[in-house]
Structures are given as C-alpha cells and as structure tokens.
C-alpha cells in the first residue's frame, strides 16, 4: 500500500488510540423557543411524531444547529417516561433528508469539521439509545447523513415516490460515510453487500433498497404514516449494535484484500492518492472486526482527513456546481418565464434519437417518434425495448413503469401532424443540407410556439436556424450518446435565439434529470472542440509507437474514465473523422497531423461498430487488435507516460482556454463541469491553469 494511503489508514495490526473516539456526553442545549427545523406532536397513543421541516429552504440537511436541536429532542424523550415511540418524518416534497451541509464541509476549519464530524456520531448515538421503538419515516431522497440517522432507529420505511431514494452516496464527493453509516450498515446487511453499497455510492429506489435490507417496507405515500405507525407499535429488542458473521476473522481482511485489488484494476489513478473509494474499504473492512467505538473513531480520523484534501474539496465543488446547474437558471434568465413542455416529438429513430425519445419517456413526456420507413422506426423501438428491458433487469424499472414508458412514446414514419408540440428534437445525419431542409419542413408543420432543437455535435445551429421564418425559436440540444444514460446536454445558442426559447429549453432538460450547460454557438461547442484535439492527439502519438494501447493505459492512470483509443472505437472512426474535419476547416492548423484514421477506415476499421478497431469487440472484453500495429511507423523511442499526459492534457487545456476567451461558455466552471460530465474529464486535475 502507498504512503498516502498509510497516512490516514491503520495497520491491521494496530488499535485506533484510545482517546482518539470521544463518546457521547449530554450537551447543554438552548431554550426550545430556539427550535427552528423541527416540530413535535405527541398523539393519544403516546406516539412522538418528530417532523424535520428547514424554514426557506428546499431541503433537510444537517449542520451544527439542526443536530443540536434533533440532539435537544432526544433528551426531552429519554426524560419523558409518557411517550411510548418515537416517528422522524420530513415535511418537505422531495426530499427526507439530503445529509450533511456541504457548503459548510467546503468551509469548516479542521478543528470546527472534526467537532461537526463528533457531534454527529455523538446525537446519532443517542438517538440509538432510546428506550422506545424508533421509526423512520421516509418520503424523498434519504442520503448520506440522512441515511446514517435512519440507520440508527429500529424500523425505516418509505414511500414509492419517484422522489425517494436510499443510500450513503459519500464517496462520490470525495468522503466516506462518518456518522455511522461505515459502522452500522455492516453490521446489519453484511459486509460485501454493505462494502458494494458504500464504495459505489449507490443510490436505491426504495423497492431495491427494500431487497438490500436497507429498509423493511415500502408503501404508497398516503399510507406512510399509518405504515410508520404500525411499526412503532411494535416491541423492538434492546440490541442496538448487530453482529454479523462476515465480521468474523479471517473474513474482514480476505474482503478488504480482494475489494481493493479490484477497485486498483479499475481505476489506476486511485493507486497513487488518497481516493475515497479504498479509504472506505480501508475503514468498512478493519471496523467490522473491532469495537462499535473504535469503528466509529476510524471513521473519525479518516473523514477527518478526507474532508480537508484538495481531492474532496474539488469533488464537492463540483457536485455544487452541477446541483446548481440542475436546478438554477442563470442570472440572465431568471426572470424568463419558461413554457412547459408536456408533448414532443424526436425525428429520427436511429441510435442518438431512440435513446432521446426514451430519456424524455421516463420522466413523464409525451413523445412522436418518427422516421422516413417503417423499417428504420421499428429499428428504433427495437432499441428502446432493449433500454426497457435492461432497466427492468437492474431493476431500475418495475414492469408498470416499462409499460408507462412504452405509452409515452408514439411512433409514426408519416409526417404526423406536429402543431401541438411543445418541442421538436431532429437528430437525423450530420449534414447541413439535411438539417436544414427538415428544420424547414419542421417550421411549415409546427406551432407557433414550438422549440425546434437541433441534436448536432458540431454544426451550425445559426446557419440552420437562417434557414426558418422564426430563428428564435431555435437552438441546439446536444445530447451525448447514449442519450439515456449520459448526464450532461449541451444548450447552445445563437445571436437570434430568444430569453424565452433559452429558459424553456434549460428548464425542460432539467426536468428531465439531465444537467445543461449554456454554450454560444461555435464549431464543436465545448466538450467535442476540447475533446478532438485530445483525441486526434493520441492517434497522432499511436502512429509512431510500438505499443499504442499504453496510451489508454497512462490516461486512465492519470483519471480518465477510458482511454482515449478505446473512446475513438466507441465513437466510430466514421464519426470522428466528420468531426475533426468540421474543427479543421474552422480551425485551420489547430488539430495535430495525422493520417492513421482514415487508413484504418479504408482497411475496413470502424470501432466497435464493426468489431474492429484499436480494439477487438468480438468478445466479452475488447482486446487489443493486432492488425494495427502493420499500420503504424513506429519512432526509434518511445514517449515516456509522463510525456504523453503532458501532450495530451496540454491539448485539452489549451483549447479549454480559447473556449473561455472567446466566450463560448460564460465560465471556467462551466466548461470543467461540461468536460466532467460529457468526457469524464476528472474533476480532481485541473483543466485551467
């Protein structure tokens, strides 16, 4: 194991310090006048009904006020011998609650994030030591902190909202679970399974999280408090800390042996920093076979750590950013009124169409899926059957959910009526001609109100939008393939495009659970205008090596999610080659030289598509393919890993910079945040200087 790791992770064979964990102690709490977030009923069945409700603001989060106040309540009940049970409940919408205040994390001095880091764990404790059945009642997004509270009552159940999810979402922002949530949740589902959860930071849907054992029943939202009632009726054993067999020696350090050899495998760079991902297996597998106590304080002194590297604080940043970005217009529109978007329609039902027709089914709009056949629109449905059943396999979908989304989408190869669209997304070829002579068409048989939205990658949107009477009313929707699963669509903009089109447009991809960034209208936008140099850039360096695969190898120790080879065979040697001759005649010179591309595309070399290319896909894996390698020169030496990362990075970031100077994004965070979600771009290196 490296010295960064070993800095906050302790040996095996040691114990945390004894006084490193500092246990619960009664606190001397304000005057309940002070009681701000929580509100308390006692029913005729002596029932304590706790209900979280954060004044202004859309969600419960836990900061040093709300814990003390819950910590308040706590004391109140272990006083008060009248109360048979207790229920925590939440009176926001959409969410339980959301966890720990991350901008406080962001700005809490060391000494003041372990004190936050204390108290929780601290009041969590206390909460588990109630004499009465303790139940709580989810409705909304129960993550994180949230979750850990939940963790230490007797009974969780929850709503089947769409809204309501469960889970310890920690390591996605850089942190583990530290109040509690790496303790308990082994100790009450098992090690593996918890391991999974808290390492992946999956977030369940409440039927999923119900067949993890994460909560013990799920119900209408109607029904929850009668449900939360039922349950706190119940006689709960005195047990407060569960033991399960996988704790047992040898079990914990054969777990902890082979979760991070895995967790190394795929993903290099985790190897060379503290990520925490293996923290938490660090933690998860040495708490399990130690005290409830010394688990704790491990959780203590990793979070600790974890909280105050420059790693973590880039991952919150980032997560604020694109929280902000998911539901905050900009400044410039927020006073836009924006139109609703109940019906659409998609033209075109190849790959790119399919997957956006089915992205907008999910989230509850209405959808015409067409094309020029019969043929290619069944193609397309085919697709989307393939989407549904994989959904249904994960079990991301129910099977009344599939048939919702099915009912959602109306295919039609004929040219349907369209005037009561509310937007219109073609996504036929990437041809200018093509485009605008159907955006044209689109005009004559639409509303008066209808967006037309174009999916091109790298085209003109001003051109196309010259080419019908209300210019206005067009803008590009980039979505990145595959468009169900991939976060971010570019919105981009041109000198005509309306305050009203721009804020409809945001709004709409929000609501649909996609994440827009606002980009001007300029060949390649942003993530692909940054991405080619990048890409062309590998296959340059590729063409004079003897192994080019180590490229991908040294991009994904450095982040990357895939390397770049890998990526061009997943793109399509077809498609990358439009692009990069779009980029090329607006920025002459800008790309490197190379000519590898169009040789292997001649010798019958697409990627993925046809199974062949930087790699073999005709198995399981993709391998590499060794009938490149007669297609290279290779040069006498061969660049060292760092000389590529320098080359490679140094491209991206050069472009990201003219990006920002030419004013194709508004910010530098925007354009980081573009690159992290439609490239993988990690978010703990640093794309401007």
Known sequence: MN???????????????????????????????????????IDADGICWLTFDTPDAAANVWNFD??????????????????????????????????????????????????????????????????????AAIHGACVGGGFEMALACDWRVATDSEFTRIGLPETQLGLIPGWGG????????????????????K???????????????????EHLDSLAKKFALRATSARHHHFHFTQLWPLPQVIRFRAKAMLFAKFPWMKSTIAAPAVAVDVVTRGAS??????????????????????????????????????????????????????????????????????????????????????????????IEGFLADGINRRALSRKEA??????????????????MDLVIEAVIEEMEAKKNLLADLASRTGPQTILATNTSALSVAEMAAAVPHPEQVLGLHFFNPAHVMPLVEIVTHARTSPETTATAMRFVQGIGKTPVLVQDSPGFVVNRILMPYLIGAVSLAETMHDPWRIDDT?????????????????????????????????????????????????????RKNGQGFYLHNKAVASPNPALLKHLTPAFREPERAAIVTRLTGLMRDEAQRCLDEKVASSAADIELAMLLGSGFPPFKKLFD
């Open 403 to 420: 048939r919702e989304v099915r009912d959602r989408i109306a295919p039609a190869h004929a040219k349907v009526p369209l005037q009561r």
């Open 66 to 135: 709300t814990l003390d106040e819950l910590d308040c309540h706590i004391e109140d009940l272990h006083r008060d011998s009248s109360v048979r049970a207790l229920v925590i409940r939440s009176a926001k919408e959409r969410i339980y609650i959301a966890g720990a205040d991350l901008h406080a994390v962001q700005t809490l001095a060391p000494i003041r994030m372990k004190e936050l880091l204390v108290l929780g764990q601290d009041v969590f404790t206390h909460l588990e030591t109630l004499r009465i059945p303790k139940v």
């Open 3 to 41: 010295s960064a790791m070993n800095a906050i992770i302790l040996d095996p064979t040691e114990n945390p310090e004894e006084d490193s964990f500092v246990p619960w102690s009664p606190r001397k709490h304000g005057p309940h006048n002070a009681h701000r977030c929580f509100t308390k009923e």
């Open 290 to 383: 130690r005290s409830f106590e010394k688990s704790l304080a491990l959780e203590q002194e990793a979070i600790t750590t974890l909280a105050g590297s420059t790693m973590t604080r880039s991952f919150i940043g980032t997560f604020l950013r694109k929280e902000s970005a998911s539901h905050k217009l900009p400044a410039a529109l927020a006073n836009v009124t924006a139109r609703p978007v109940v019906n659409a329609a998609v033209i075109g039902a190849g790959v790119m169409g399919s997957g956006i027709a089915y992205a907008l089914a999910t989230k509850g709009v209405r959808v015409i899926l067409t094309d020029a056949t019969p043929e290619l629109v069944a193609r397309g449905l085919s697709r």
């Open 182 to 201: 790496s303790t308990r949740l082994p100790r009450m589902i098992g090690l593996p399974r918890a391991l999974d959860l808290i390492v992946r930071g």
């Open 203 to 221: 977030t369940m849907k409440a039927a999923e999280a119900k067949r993890a054992g994460l909560i013990h029943e799920v119900t209408a939202r």
């Open 555 to 607: 991009m994904t120790e450095f982040g990357m999610p895939m390397g770049p080879l890998r990526l061009l065979d997943e793109i399509g040697f077809d498609v990358a080659q439009h692009v990069a001759a779009t980029m090329s005649r607006a920025f002459p010179g800008r790309l490197p030289k190379t000519h590898l591309l169009a040789t292997l595309t001649a010798a019958g070399m697409l990627g």
